[in-house]
């Protein structure tokens, strides 16, 4: 009879917590908790990845109009109808909601709707004022977006406001250039809304491949964003009809809404850690070890609360990990080497691997760009790229970056290629599929420059 009323209890109930638990419960064997205080699915399903990508597809739909005329539909002119995408987007929310609770439920899993602290290494707190008692505790709480320390920043909206606005502006600024800054940027700009964006840096999307990022500030401009780099907020306040923006190009705007994009921290303010003597870094994210392991050996931290890979796949992989250390005797460290990921601006990216300017030995680049089938008979101007990063000494792809419709897609089969050691040469021997965007990836031939 175990001392304590669950094997394992976890705090959070997003992607990589629910994952774990179920595991846990399901392939283990462990008496199982979880504890989620807003809604299950976390901030993937509920106010992230999949609202924001159904808005993605939402906001395509305009040019696609377009489009159909110029490959001979009779299409006429349609409005988009925000209430009505609004609606179906928060059925569709609940539905998923609702598949996580099955799961959780059909594991064996106690589910707790509610919030959870740590009291101390073996103790959870609800907000009922329960305790329970645990011999492993895995936190999986996530992170939150964040305003900057600027007066009246109240008056701009977060991501997460995002879905739940009711109605669309006619205006927004966007300040910030990082990826969800330039998705929604894109966004808003496809649904009609009149969109500048501002960034402090030299160029968004700091820390992917240069040329990549360059496109697709290019393509977004030509789009219709307006994309200001090397731009900051000085102040706002409350204005007849919005909200007043002073800025350091020295421009002073009306803006119906301003969208703040600007990072995002883990969520572990008032949960008790520090009282428990787990290690916190500057940010507040928990420190862990390759095990996801804190400093406190009962508990464990997943996800973007460590703020180490933060994207929803790596929680999962990182949950599955500490299910096979903890509960089956395995000992397996989350592998963060060579993630692909995808970037749905619009354009949209899809990168593995290493930037160019990052190569730490000599490499070859080879990359194209070029005007896509569709595209041209469309009488777009629109671009895509196509770039493999390659060793000259061992000939291993090192990165593929991807800017083109469906990136997302093609980069998830490039990674595994590239993820099990495919050199230039396999690529090379592979057929191209003709006629598609993704047969440059086996054509290029000759590098275009080494390094």
């Not at 110029?70 to 609606?87: L, P, R």
């Not at 009809?241 to 705007?253: D, F, L, P, S, Y």
């Not at 883990?266 to 870094?281: C, F, H, I, R, S």
Request: with cysteine; net charge negative; glycine share 10%.
């Amino acid at each position: 009879m175990s001392d304590f009323d669950y094997d394992l209890f976890v705090i959070g109930g997003g992607s990589g917590g629910v994952r774990a638990a179920r595991v846990a419960a399901g392939e283990a064997d462990a008496k199982v908790a979880i504890a989620e205080e807003s809604r299950f699915g976390g901030t993937c399903v509920i106010r992230g990845c999949v609202p924001k990508k159904l808005m993605v597809f939402a906001s395509g739909y305009g040019e696609m109009i377009a489009d159909a005329r110029a490959f001979g539909w009779d299409v006429g002119e349609g409005d988009f109808d925000w209430k009505s995408f609004q609606s179906k987007l928060s059925d569709e929310l609940d539905r998923l909601e609702g598949v996580y609770q099955r799961l959780i439920d059909n594991s064996g899993v106690d589910r707790f709707d509610q919030r959870a602290i740590v009291k101390d290494a073996h103790t959870v707190e609800l907000a009922d004022g329960t305790t329970k008692s645990a011999k492993h505790i895995l936190i999986a709480t996530g992170g939150h977006p964040v305003r900057p320390d600027l007066e009246n920043a109240n008056l701009g909206i977060v991501s997460d406001d995002i879905f739940d606005l009711p109605k669309l502006p006619k205006t927004i600024l966007i300040i910030g250039g990082g990826y969800i800054a330039c998705e929604f940027a894109g966004v808003f700009n496809g649904l009609g809304v009149e969109t500048t964006q501002y960034y402090r840096g030299a160029q968004i999307l700091r820390g992917f491949d240069e040329e990549a990022r360059g496109l697709i500030a290019e393509e977004m401009k030509t789009n219709g964003v307006d994309l200001h780099c090397g731009t900051d907020i000085i102040e706002m306040s409350e204005a007849e009809g919005g909200i007043r923006v002073k800025a350091t190009n020295g421009t002073e705007r009306v803006f119906d809404k301003v969208l703040f994009a600007t990072g995002r921290v883990p969520n572990t303010k008032g949960m008790g850690l520090e009282d428990a003597d787990v290690n916190l870094g500057r940010k507040g994210e928990i420190q862990v070890d390759e095990y996801s392991q804190t400093n406190v050996p009962s508990i464990y931290a997943i996800g973007d609360v460590t703020d180490r890979v933060n994207l929803t796949p790596v929680a999962i992989r990182e949950g599955m990990a500490f299910v096979e250390t903890v509960f089956k005797g395995n000992p397996t460290k989350p592998d963060h080497d060579l993630i692909p990921t995808a970037i749905f601006t619009q354009p949209e990216m899809g990168t593995i691997g290493i930037a160019e300017e990052d190569a730490e030995e000599p490499i070859e680049v080879y990359a194209t760009s070029f005007k896509a089938m569709h595209s041209a008979f469309a009488g777009r101007t629109d671009r895509v790229m196509m770039k493999l990063i390659v060793s000259q000494e061992s000939r291993k792809v090192l990165g593929c970056h991807i800017v083109a419709p469906n990136a997302g897609e093609m980069i998830q089969l490039a990674g595994i290629a590239i993820k099990m050691g495919a050199t230039k040469e396999d690529f090379d021997r592979t057929v191209a599929v003709h006629p598609t965007m993704a047969e440059e990836l086996v054509t290029m031939r000759e590098p275009v420059r080494r390094t």
